[in-house]
């Protein structure tokens, strides 16, 4: 482990759970800015724009 001696600094017991938190507060930052500063995340979540299937002509087929 790169920082092991950060651990004779630090009890575990209190650093993990800072870096987890660190972590946790990061993740939902970068997603509340993603979803902040973007159209097509909140459309993306409300189903969007439900896309129109054009049904082929009935005599598409004959000859």
Do not use: E, Q, R
């Amino acid at each position: 482990m790169i920082y092991g001696k950060l651990w004779c600094v630090v009890k575990p017991s209190v650093g993990i759970p800072i870096i987890i938190g660190a972590v946790a507060v990061a993740s939902f930052s970068v997603h509340l800015a993603i979803v902040s500063n973007t159209t097509w995340v909140k459309a993306f979540l409300n189903g969007g724009n439900k896309a129109v299937v054009a049904a082929a002509p009935a005599d598409a087929g004959k000859k």
